[in-house]
């Protein structure tokens, strides 16, 4: 079978990009290492100037248009992240650049790809419909279409990765990459077992978008109707046809998370690395944190985990940052029922004090609880150490005599 790119491509590619993008760094976590039994290396693909390692595959592939479509412009689909790097980089090279996005791309990546000198076009509800829109504007304008992931100077820009790890002398016993449209991991896959023969490289992908899990189950690319993810960088109906010919030879397993997992992951990452990762960049270090199967095969082994992009809308890190500390328990809420007379508040909030809890909000409920006429409903959201602390104040709740209700 005839490869889709090797090695030498993607070293010719790594020259290409060389004087424009600057390497990334790729650090030892030891207290993540520590947790989780391994050398655990974070590469931080999220540090590159549009946020995401999708700049070493879109700058390669601009710089190999020749002179008429450079005159034509530009055309891609993108549910964010390439098309920011499509735009920074043909904006840089005097190209023109039209990105057609899906309507519920997150406003932080809409408003970068316009900052960064690219026509944006908001169209269809997912990565699919936008793409369709990309091939119209294609069509009408005569411009050069850039694929996001199926196309081999991607891939091997992509790959481009790996070899800056090699550069650096990092090791590397495991890889663990996201899969989207699959171009990331396709590229190095190539070039992970080149340059690292006895390494292993594992694919990691949100439940609610398994497009590499089915396709290799049918032998084929197929469509995945997918659930709407955090990781929607990953939201790819159907993978790529070349990067699955690399994937389905070269990979060897594959990992599903949840969307609680991910969300857990960003926390993780900005609590530990203080590093802020978007949901598709946290995807692998989801798998690592959450699967027993996947800690036990990298036991003691020298892992690298690529950061992949940190554009997250800060609404929804905002929201994932209180969803995860409630899952840790240092973000409780319960409901309380005591005499609607004075002093029963204080009574409920003085006790919560001496506990060490710190109130955050109360509610008071008395229509519409389901409570007996003389009794109020206060609901508490309360601040604690973990779910231990949130469990202690509850006790100490109840040895005072007061009712706590489940909600």
């Given amino acids: 079978m005839v490869e889709v790119i090797s090695l030498d491509d993607i070293r010719a590619a790594r020259e290409a990009v060389r004087p424009h993008l600057k390497k990334t760094p790729c650090v030892l976590s030891e207290p993540l290492s520590d947790q989780l039994g391994c050398r655990l290396y974070f590469k931080f693909e999220n540090l590159h100037r549009t946020g995401s390692f999708k700049e070493r595959g879109a700058l390669y592939k601009l710089l190999h248009l020749d002179k008429a479509y450079r005159a034509a412009g530009v055309v891609t689909a993108s549910a964010g992240n390439h098309g920011q790097a499509v735009a920074f980089h043909a904006t840089q090279l005097g190209l023109s650049a039209v990105v057609v996005m899906p309507e519920k791309t997150p406003l932080v990546k809409v408003s970068s790809t316009r900052r960064w000198g690219a026509e944006v076009v908001l169209h269809g509800r997912n990565y699919d419909d936008a793409l369709k829109k990309a091939h119209e504007i294609e069509r009408e304008r005569g411009s050069f279409f850039v694929h996001g992931f199926d196309d081999p100077d991607i891939i091997a820009g992509q790959g481009t990765l790996s070899v800056e790890l090699h550069e650096e002398e990092v090791p590397c016993d495991v890889m663990l990459l996201p899969i989207g449209g699959g171009g990331l991991i396709a590229g190095n896959a190539v070039a992970l077992k080149a340059l690292y ?38 939201a790819v109906k159907s993978v790529g046809k070349l990067p699955y010919e690399i994937v389905s030879r070269r990979v060897d397993d594959f990992f599903l998370v949840s969307e609680e997992e991910i969300a857990n992951a960003i926390l993780v990452l900005l609590e530990v690395e203080k590093s802020v990762v978007e949901g598709a960049g946290a995807a692998s270090f989801a798998a690592l944190l959450n699967r027993e199967e996947l800690r036990r095969k990298v036991a003691g082994k020298d892992v690298v985990v690529p950061l992949c992009g ?35 508040l204080t009574a409920v909030t003085e006790r919560i004090a001496r506990g060490g ?44 005599g007061i009712r706590l209700e489940s909600k």
Avoid: C, W
């Fill in 310 to 344: 940190g554009n997250i809308d800060v609404n929804l890190l905002s929201k994932i940052i209180d969803r995860g500390l409630a899952k840790d328990g240092r973000l409780g809420r319960f409901r309380v029922v005591v005499p609607d007379q004075p002093g029963s």
């Fill in 357 to 400: 809890g710190n109130i955050l909000d109360i509610f008071h409920t008395r229509a519409l609880a389901d409570t007996q006429v003389g009794e109020v409903a206060i609901d508490v959201v309360v601040e604690t150490r973990g779910r231990d602390h949130l469990e202690a104040l509850k006790g100490a709740l109840t040895e005072a």
């Fill in 197 to 234: 023969p006895k390494a292993e490289i594992y694919g990691v992908e949100p439940e609610n978008y398994p497009s590499m899990k089915e396709s290799l189950a049918a032998g084929h690319p197929v469509a995945v109707e997918g659930l709407p993810s955090l990781a929607d960088g990953l």
